[in-house]
């Protein structure tokens, strides 16, 4: 028997017999590399779309979401990590195989299964599979992600995903390395492939005070997003909590927020919003061109929708993203 190297993320792991690679998940068992939660979810729930957050993808609807244990990032500031930093025998799991997941997700009246709460990266051949099933029944598939994955099995599992929330922690690879254990770069290169494959991306950055929140590199980042992604690719501004190893710092301002939309603004991106606060006007769906309010959320809730045939209905702006 020998070690194995894992060729799913950038960190490589070469794992020795009975060993695990850092996502505590993938083992070397007799020489082969196993994803040992493959067919067992921890964490099984019904979610509207806008929680993953997906603002511009079939608002108001019903996403399955899905998660097993492990994650190859370790951010002290993670909001899952009861299950996302613990070993498979340390959490409960539901033998849940791929087809039984999509048809789990069409009994309960989805429109989508998100690969959520930890990430997908990890648990990619189940995710894999799943999205595969999933399209069978004609459900839609999301992933929502820190996008830590090599080029390769990224571009093989965005042939079978619809729509993608990718978290970029910050335009800083020293906060990448200090704070989550890994690097910037991998993921700048996933958020560019996944769009360039033709998923409905949108891109969620965390503020946390004092660690990412500096004004030039907020700017930094949208500037990075428009000319990598485009304009029109959504962005979410998100509070950070007090939360796992990060418990000295405080709950982000709503001055550093409303900053963040205004740099996102005046650099040139379409649809900013602000999440983890409760604000109708920053959660809220605006057409580019006219202003017009086209989408108004009480946080997971849709209140109006004015979207018809993907377009603006006073000035025929062709809006981006999925609509019903």
Same mark, same amino acid.
């Given at each position: ?8 993320? /950038? %960190?490589?792991?070469? &794992? %020795? /017999? ?27 729930? &019904?979610?509207?779309?806008? %929680? ?6 079939? /608002? ?7 998660? +097993? ?11 899952? =990590? ?25 009994? @309960? ?6 690969? +959520? ?18 399209? #069978?029944?004609?459900? @839609?598939?999301?992933?929502? +992600?820190?996008?830590?994955?090599? @080029? ?6 965005? !042939? ?8 970029? @922690?910050?335009?800083?690879? !020293? ?9 910037? !770069? ?8 996944? *769009? %360039? ?6 891109? +969620? ?10 004004? !030039? ?6 500037? =990075? ?5 485009? $304009? ?28 963040? #939309? ?26 580019? *061109?006219?202003?017009?309010?086209? &989408? $108004? ?15 603006? /209905? ?7 993203? $999925? =609509?019903?």
């Amino acid at each position: 028997m020998s070690a194995v190297q894992c060729e799913l993320c /950038p %960190k490589g792991c070469i &794992i %020795k /017999p009975g060993q695990s690679g850092d996502c505590r998940i993938r083992v070397n068992i007799d020489g082969e590399l196993h994803a040992v939660t493959y067919g067992y979810p921890c964490s099984l729930h &019904i979610d509207p779309v806008e %929680k993953k957050p997906m603002f511009h993808f079939y /608002p108001g609807s019903r996403a399955f979401s899905v998660a +097993t244990v492990g994650c190859n990032l370790h951010c002290r500031n993670c909001q899952n =990590w009861e299950i996302s930093q613990a070993f498979p025998n340390q959490i409960p799991a539901y033998h849940v195989p791929p087809a039984m997941l999509a048809k789990l997700a069409k009994s @309960k009246r989805c429109k989508s299964v998100a690969y +959520t709460y930890t990430d997908p990266a990890v648990f990619y051949e189940y995710a894999f599979d799943s999205c595969v099933e999933a399209h #069978k029944l004609g459900l @839609k598939n999301i992933l929502v +992600t820190a996008g830590y994955f090599n @080029k390769g099995p990224l571009r093989e599992l965005c !042939k079978h995903v619809d729509g993608a929330n990718i978290d970029l @922690k910050a335009f800083s690879d !020293k906060f990448y390395r200090e704070v989550c254990g890994a690097t910037l !770069k991998p993921v700048l290169d996933s958020l560019a492939e996944a *769009k %360039k494959c033709g998923v409905m991306v949108e891109v +969620t950055n965390l503020l946390i005070p004092t660690l990412n929140d500096d004004e !030039k590199m907020i700017r930094a980042l949208c500037k =990075w997003v428009k000319a990598n992604m485009g $304009k029109e690719t959504p962005v979410h501004f998100s509070r950070f909590f007090p939360n796992y190893r990060m418990r000295n710092l405080p709950p982000t301002s709503l001055k550093k927020l409303d900053l963040a #939309k205004k740099i996102a603004q005046a650099e040139g991106l379409q649809y900013i919003y602000i999440g983890n606060v409760m604000d109708e006007a920053a959660e809220s769906t605006y057409c580019p *061109k006219c202003r017009e309010m086209l &989408i $108004k959320r009480r946080r997971y809730r849709i209140l109006l929708n004015k979207i018809y045939n993907n377009k603006c /209905p006073n000035c025929k702006t062709e809006i981006y993203g $999925k =609509w019903q």
